[in-house]
């Protein structure tokens, strides 16, 4: 190389050193919280010219990457899986120029509808402080204050803010943390326009909370509310019938929900300009529908009281008012059992004690039949969840039922396991909850209960773990297990006003 190009490059390599120097050393994140294990974006700047860049999560390091020369670099880091939920901050420093910057970064998930996503799993995949190790050291933390008993509405957890809905007409809005006392109020909550009850479970998607009341309206609030203690509905949806159990499933900008007149609805989740809108579509069927939507794979699935699963094209025929793609009888009557999916399969329990597997993707004809069913001792009214290779649900005769995710082999199944409550025995309508090797799920003895997912080695098993519910016996709420933190609808009623959103979590967290 001759001495008048290595003058050169030594000229550019100080303009550049200069140059960077002049600016204050500064990182970007992609996103600002994001569960363990994410994958997150960093870039940053005013760093030395062609240098390496140490980064920490904390004090670990968890990487390293070149800076340009003008003192510039991007890379993709990895949340370290099992980071503690909270705050903590990412760090880049030069090792030649030691300049240094950080930017913080808050570990936590959210979980934005019932049953988690659009799919209707009940499965948070991310969870890792709650485990079969500890769960038995749950302990109720605090109470969020509602008017009414929360019947069969589950909490969304968003953002560090837990909405549930109550039969006193109300969506509430709940500081996810707490608010460092035993019992809190809520931070705002909306009002369905009269004294309407929410059994819907509200969706919390791009800003916005949807749920459903038995006003005949979808009613979709701003999540961050409205300023005030009491909010309006930015837009409502109107149906006609009412909302009952079904809770909105929300997916590629469009929100879903069943009603009382047989419909299964439609509606573009930006609303439509104006304070009511008309759904895009709606989907006929046989029955009443209490059961909430899942889509999945362009496919949304819907029990109804006539007994059958029907699938619709999720983006609707083109017209009005749309026919299922399929439908698949599943017993006498899927009510309030919501359909799920997973590999390929979707799963929906029936009041006529079974539970039905059928292929997602229908079977060429109009109406299909079952991969499988699994015998339980009683109507199921719960929604299933799947995880791990197994499906749970709960039937009415106070039993959680475990099965093979993949079937027996025959056309018929039983239980791998079963679990029985402590004490007194009442009917399972919770829909079961997954996270990190624990099922989670509600009785109707005013408890909710925590299992180990792969059982005990025998055909029937007792809880790892049951957090009571003070005074009251009705859990149909389905638990939210999210950054090591379980959530659950039910009431006090000797404590009025009688609506609670119990919290527990392990002692020093």
Request: with cysteine; hydrophobic share 40%; charged share 10%.
């Amino acid at each position: 190389m001759s001495f008048k190009l290595i003058k050169s490059l030594s000229l550019a390599l100080a303009l550049a050193a200069s140059l960077s120097a002049a600016v204050p050393s500064s990182v970007k994140l992609s996103n600002e919280s994001g569960a363990p294990a994410a994958l997150v974006g960093l870039s940053g700047a005013g760093f030395g010219p062609i240098e390496t860049i140490d980064l920490f999560f904390d004090a670990a390091k968890i990487g390293t990457t070149p800076s340009g020369p003008d003192g510039t670099f991007s890379a993709n880091i990895r949340i370290p899986r099992l980071a503690a939920y909270g705050p903590h901050t990412i760090t880049a420093q030069g090792e030649s120029s030691g300049l240094k910057a950080g930017e913080s970064f808050s570990v936590s998930v959210n979980w934005p509808q019932f049953h988690f996503q659009p799919t209707r799993t009940g499965l948070n995949p991310s969870e890792t402080l709650l485990s079969p190790a500890n769960v038995s050291r749950l302990r109720q933390s605090w109470v969020g204050i509602m008017g009414d008993l929360v019947d069969f509405s589950s909490p969304a957890v968003v953002n560090g803010v837990a909405y549930i809905g109550s039969t006193d007409g109300f969506l509430y809005a709940f500081n996810a943390t707490g608010c460092g006392s035993s019992s809190c109020e809520p931070l705002w909550k909306g009002d369905t326009g009269g004294n309407d009850s929410i059994y819907s479970s509200p969706a919390v998607i791009n800003g916005m909370v949807y749920v459903g009341s038995n006003n005949h309206k979808l009613l979709a609030f701003t999540a961050g509310g409205c300023g005030m203690n009491i909010c309006e509905p930015v837009w409502t949806g109107t149906l006609g019938g009412s909302v009952l159990e079904s809770g909105p499933a929300v997916a590629n900008g469009v929100v879903y929900v069943g009603a009382f007149d047989k419909l299964l609805y439609a509606f573009n989740a930006a609303g439509c300009g104006q304070s009511t809108c008309a759904p895009i579509w709606t989907g006929a069927t046989g029955g009443k529908i209490t059961s909430s939507p899942a889509v999945a794979n362009g496919t949304v699935f819907v029990g109804s009281n006539d007994g059958k699963l029907y699938a619709f094209n999720a983006s609707g025929c083109g017209g009005s008012t749309c026919s299922p793609t399929w439908t698949a009888q599943a017993g006498s009557s899927t009510s309030e059992s919501s359909p799920a999916v997973a590999n390929g399969v979707v799963y929906v329990g029936s009041f006529d004690r079974n539970l039905y597997a059928f292929k997602a993707s229908g079977c060429g004809h109009s109406t299909c039949q079952p991969l499988w069913k699994g015998t339980t001792g009683d109507a199921i009214e719960s929604s299933p969840a799947v995880g791990g290779g197994l499906v749970f649900v709960g039937s009415d005769d106070g039993l959680l039922n475990a099965f093979s995710a993949a079937g027996c082999g025959q056309s018929t199944c039983l239980p791998l396991w079963k679990g029985i409550a402590t004490g007194e025995q009442a009917a399972v309508l919770s829909g079961p909850a997954m996270a990190n090797g624990v099922v989670y799920v509600g009785e109707n003895n005013g408890q909710v209960l925590g299992y180990n997912a792969r059982g005990c080695g025998q055909s029937i098993c007792s809880p790892l773990w049951s957090g009571l519910i003070q005074n009251e016996p009705i859990v149909s709420s389905s638990p939210v297990v999210v950054n090591g933190t379980v959530y659950v609808g039910s009431a006090d009623q000797l404590a009025p006003p009688i609506g609670r959103l119990y919290v527990y979590k392990l002692p020093g967290h």
